[in-house]
């Protein structure tokens, strides 16, 4: 009788599964992305190394000496400890990161501009005590921009009634209001001494979301040559909401990593984050499987360094409050080893 292996789904829940039973869901996995994506699955050298990483008893599994790579975190400096700055300082210090991310609790654009003198100070307070490069991050959040709490006619409300054209410039007028938000925050920013501008969750509105994103990185690189500049995705796929956006040439909608990572260098950006949302009904063998075969084609012709997102409900890692460090630690491996990452 096979060896019964603990593992986790999805969710996080604990479970074990034989060798086999592993093998055949990265199989099933790197199928499943394959063809959605339309790219070659992974390899059969690769399903054996993903095996072996995920059959393994220990508790935690790591790359090899020699093998590691920048870590870079959103959302660290979210006063979890004392203030925000001491937040970061705890990431750095205690957590050994490779960079830190000032944030507010209100993660948008939209909302920060309306506090900007604020949080500019809080960027000057935070590089007078601290090493690593500090980024600005926040959303896009082009849904931020439509009524009620918005000034253009809400989309979501307009499509089920088939007012299609309506709802398309209506998203076209929120992209106008996001970029002039995004570039003002970034040239403040950069003022109070910021090493960089994150564009968190991009695209998570769909393709005006992605393009309003393109548009404020294009400005803010010829602003700013030398400012840091990260792109990093809602997920793997890019929702064709308006459907008829396009950023030099190029429709938006229905974009994979590859052709995400293509564009997001072409405008500017200095670093991209692929997002590979987790299916909570599989297990995580069929889950970074299926992320890895996505991602894949992007590391090929990557010009720029790839971060991948490896986080809640992201990059194989389990969508759960309180993450499985065994399930993680496998997840990151996987992601460095296999697709040779330039961070997580």
């Not at 054996?48 to 870079?72: C, K, M, N, Q, Y």
């Not at 990260?230 to 429709?251: C, D, K, P, S, T």
Request: net charge negative; proline share 5%; with cysteine.
């Amino acid at each position: 009788m096979e060896t019964q292996h603990p593992t986790r789904m999805g969710d996080g829940a604990l479970t074990r599964m034989t060798r086999s039973e592993l093998r055949a869901d990265l199989e099933e996995g790197t199928l499943a992305g394959a063809k959605r994506a339309k790219v070659p699955p992974l390899t059969a050298a690769e399903l054996d190394h993903l095996l072996d990483i995920w059959a393994s008893p220990a508790r935690f599994s790591a790359v090899d000496i020699g093998d590691e790579v920048v870590l870079t975190y959103d959302g660290s400096g979210s006063k979890t400890v004392g203030t925000r700055t001491q937040d970061l300082q705890i990431y750095e210090q205690m957590f050994g990161a490779d960079s830190v991310e000032l944030a507010h609790v209100d993660y948008s654009f939209k909302a920060v501009k309306t506090i900007l003198p604020h949080e500019a100070q809080n960027m000057k307070d935070a590089q007078l005590v601290l090493t690593v490069p500090v980024m600005y991050g926040a959303m896009p959040n082009l849904g931020l921009y439509s009524r009620p709490d918005g000034p253009a006619p809400n989309w979501s409300e307009l499509l089920p009634l088939a007012r299609i054209d309506e709802a398309r410039a209506a998203q076209e007028e929120a992209i106008e209001h996001a970029v002039k938000d995004m570039v003002n925050v970034a040239d403040a920013m950069w003022e109070a001494g910021a090493d960089g501008i994150d564009f968190d969750t991009a695209g998570a509105a769909g393709d005006g979301d992605l393009l309003a994103t393109l548009l404020a990185v294009e400005r803010i690189r010829a602003a700013h040559p030398d400012m840091g500049i990260e792109v990093g995705m809602a997920g793997e796929f890019v929702l064709g909401v308006h459907g008829r956006l396009e950023y030099q040439g190029v429709r938006l909608a229905g974009l994979w990593p590859r052709q995400q990572m293509e564009l997001v260098r072409r405008a500017g950006a200095t670093v991209f984050g692929p997002a590979v949302n987790v299916n909570t009904r599989k297990s995580g063998a069929w889950n970074i499987a299926r992320a890895l075969t996505l991602v894949k084609p992007c590391m090929e012709v990557a010009e720029i360094p790839v971060h991948m997102n490896v986080g809640m409900g992201v990059g194989a890692v389990p969508m759960s409050s309180y993450l499985p460090l065994d399930a993680v630690s496998r997840a990151s491996r996987a992601c460095v080893d296999i697709l040779r990452l330039d961070g997580l």
